[in-house]
């Protein structure tokens, strides 16, 4: 599986955080497992890039400078075409249930919580786009 | 397509078997260090392909391409050119030794998906943002700005606007009960109603063009053609019932009858004449004013009669009780019933109304004894023996003297569902009532827990005996992981706290499956069966029940 190749066509990803680092270890960890990964390091610019990477699937950090991750998520959610379909996950610091209220209240539809580990990523991101297939298919 | 460039560093002869592919190309070769150079002095060049090692060089031709809003497909040798390409928002990339298919497919990949400049980006949210204040993206409908603009012209050469505004009465309360992308998916389907029915039954469609508001009422302007005469105040009465009807059988036919109970329309009108001494925009604005104080006065008056319709039925006891089973999730087997007032009359058939009406006329208590009286009838008449009674209880009836006297024969068989919509201002002497209730033997649930009114603090507070789980938080709970994360953590608090958890509004076979692989008790549903009347008497042991399904197994 190491060596990605274009053949499996996994679907785009969109990975929003205004920490480089952050966004940099996400990244490599996907790509090594085949997904397309774009980066975005503010809500401002995955907004900008949302109409022409067309996730499938968007990691929204929630504590941004700028839009917050909260505000980037209701956005593409209320998008005509592509909101329907993306799925969105909030990745928090925050564990509370008022955090989820909000996420709900946005139209999020999966949460990470920070610090996390990259298999719980994987494993989230994987459960995610599992459940948007069979939506689709549906 | 015709002269399109592709430019590019590779000799490789698959490239030139590629761009055969691609219709009205032709391909330009440089070498490396010439490649980002010629992107300027190319003419035509659409798209470059870059095979080069050298990061210096890949940098440059990707940034200057991207300058030029020109789409990039980088050739890579192994991982470390990958990840640069990635890192340099190349449109694409494909490993060395791809055959020609693939390569034309990447381009043409490429192509869609180029990426505006930089300065292009901030450029594209602004318009993003610039469209959502011109239509609504869930109704597709203009905003009131662009309407107006729309009919300027037409309102300066016929010199009469007619407004028409739709006061849809309670679709906040489909907000506050069903959670909000019920109320979305609601105006979508309103919205889709009024242009249908404004396709079907106008002539000239463009005469009448409606806006929405943002919140949750519409706004029709007609503009009579030249030569018309403008509709009459009869026409359009007409015309109004007809949109009224087509949209209530729309919205009941998609969404149920319970929602269709709640919708209501009232209409204002308001004639405006041009008048070149005043603003155009003044007098669309005044003339919506005055429109939506017609409607409101419209309102005020339905009001009237409704309680008046409401005094009648307290007095004729005009009240029946439908009986929604709770049941097991693991069995299915009937473990109660939700008792569920509705009004006799037509007017006040949706509890929501009949309650609303009541708080208005200060006959709440009136309404809530009678409503009790009617559920627990059906204790001894509906109910088997040791099946409970679940009725709806409002933390004001707690105030009511009458309330628990000598009205049930077994209190142990009832439980009261409290809901916090309404606030309780006094909580200690609530919960001193509440005590001795519990002390008679009356049981307790929390209604609409999760909605927003009821959080794990409060409910621990009220030390229940059952959680009701809001229907918004089980609505699509199957698709949505906050949902099953936030379901997951009341069935543990209620496992620790001795109380049983009930899933309200469970409508589809993907929900009552997954509320039950999260250890929900007791489910409560459309999908299992419909809240039934109680003049015949329940059914018999043995018979066959609605939708009949395969066992769940609890895993939590």
């Not at chain 1, 790509?31 to 067309?54: C, D, N, Q």
């Not at chain 2, 390409?85 to 190349?90: F, N, Q, S, T, V």
């Not at chain 2, 959670?179 to 002539?203: H, I, M, Q």
């Not at chain 2, 009617?374 to 009725?391: C, H, K, M, S, V």
Request: aromatic share 8%; charged share 30%; hydrophobic share 40%.
């Amino acid at each position: 599986m190491a060596a990605a190749g274009k053949k499996a066509k996994l679907p785009p990803i969109l990975v929003v955080d205004d920490n480089r680092d952050n966004a940099d270890i996400i990244r490599q960890y996907l790509e090594i497992r085949g997904y397309p990964i774009t980066v975005a390091h503010s809500g401002e610019e995955a907004l900008a890039l949302f109409e022409t990477v067309k996730p499938a699937l968007v990691l929204l950090d929630v504590m941004m400078p700028g839009r917050d991750g909260w505000e980037v998520c209701r956005v593409m959610k209320q998008h005509p075409q592509l909101g329907k379909q993306v799925r969105v996950i909030m990745v928090t610091a925050l564990n509370e249930l008022d955090d989820k209220r909000e996420a709900l209240q946005t139209g999020a539809d999966d949460y990470v919580e920070k610090p996390f580990d990259l298999a719980t990523l994987a494993a989230t991101v994987q459960r995610n786009l599992a459940m948007q297939r069979t939506a689709l298919a549906s | 397509m015709h002269n399109s460039v592709l430019l590019t560093d590779s000799t490789d002869a698959v490239i030139d078997r590629a761009v055969a592919h691609l219709d009205g190309w032709r391909v330009e070769r440089r070498p490396s260090p010439q490649l980002a150079a010629a992107i300027g002095t190319v003419e035509e060049t659409r798209a470059v392909y870059v095979c080069t090692n050298d990061p210096t060089l890949l940098r440059a031709t990707v940034e200057r391409a991207h300058a030029a809003s020109i789409a990039v497909v980088v050739e890579c040798d192994d991982e470390a050119v990958r990840r640069r390409a990635i890192e340099l928002r190349a449109e694409e990339w494909v490993m060395r030794g791809a055959n020609e298919t693939e390569i034309t497919a990447r381009i043409h990949a490429a192509l869609t998906r180029a990426v505006p400049s930089a300065a292009g980006m901030t450029d594209r949210v602004e318009r993003v943002e610039y469209e959502r204040m011109l239509h609504d993206s869930r109704t597709g409908l203009p905003t009131l700005p662009v309407m107006i603009e729309r009919s300027r012209q037409r309102f300066k050469e016929r010199g009469e606007l007619v407004v028409l505004y739709f006061n849809f009465v309670r679709y906040s309360k489909i907000e506050e009960i069903y959670g909000w992308e019920k109320l979305d998916a609601v105006l979508e389907t309103t919205a889709a109603a009024v242009k249908e029915f404004l396709d079907d039954s106008s002539p000239n469609p463009a005469r009448l063009m409606v806006s929405f508001m943002n919140d949750d009422d519409f706004i029709f302007f007609h503009v009579p053609a030249t030569g018309v005469p403008a509709a009459s105040d009869g026409e359009i009465t007409e015309m109004v019932s007809r949109l009224q009807r087509h949209v209530a059988t729309r919205i009941e036919s998609i969404h149920g009858d319970e929602i269709a109970a709640l919708f209501d329309i009232y209409v204002g009108r308001a004639h405006v004449y041009y008048n070149p001494k005043i603003r155009l925009e003044r007098l669309i604005y005044r003339g919506i004013r005055e429109a939506a104080q017609a409607a409101r006065g419209i309102e005020e008056r339905e009001r009237a009669r409704k309680v008046a319709d409401l005094r009648s039925s307290l007095r004729d006891r005009g009240v029946y009780v439908d009986y929604h089973p709770i049941v097991h999730a693991d069995t299915e087997e009937i473990f109660g019933y939700e008792a569920l007032a509705r009004g006799v009359m037509r007017s006040l058939r949706s509890p929501e109304v009949m309650f609303e009406v009541a708080e208005e006329a200060d006959l709440i208590w009136e309404l809530s004894r009678l409503c009790r009286q009617r559920a627990l009838e059906g204790l001894d008449t509906y109910l088997r023996p040791g099946e409970l009674l679940f009725i709806n209880v409002d933390p004001h009836d707690f105030t009511d003297p009458v309330f628990g006297e000598k009205e049930v024969s077994d209190p142990k068989r009832v439980v009261l569902e409290i809901t916090e919509r309404t606030a309780i201002k006094d909580y200690p002497k609530f919960r001193e009532r509440l005590r001795a209730f519990r002390e008679m033997g009356y049981r307790f649930a929390v209604d609409d827990a999760g909605s927003g009114y009821a959080g794990l603090g409060s409910i621990a507070n009220l030390e229940p005996d059952f959680i009701k789980l809001d229907i918004s938080l089980i609505s699509a709970i199957d698709t949505n992981f906050i949902k099953q994360n936030l379901v997951e953590t009341m069935v543990k608090f209620a496992n620790d706290h001795g109380a049983m958890v009930i899933a309200e509004g469970v409508e589809r076979a993907e929900e009552f499956l997954t509320v039950g692989n999260l250890g929900v008790h007791l489910v409560q549903g459309f999908f299992l069966h419909k809240p039934a009347h109680a003049t015949a008497p329940q059914h018999t042991p043995g018979e066959q029940r609605v939708a009949p399904l395969r066992a769940v197994t609890k895993t939590a």
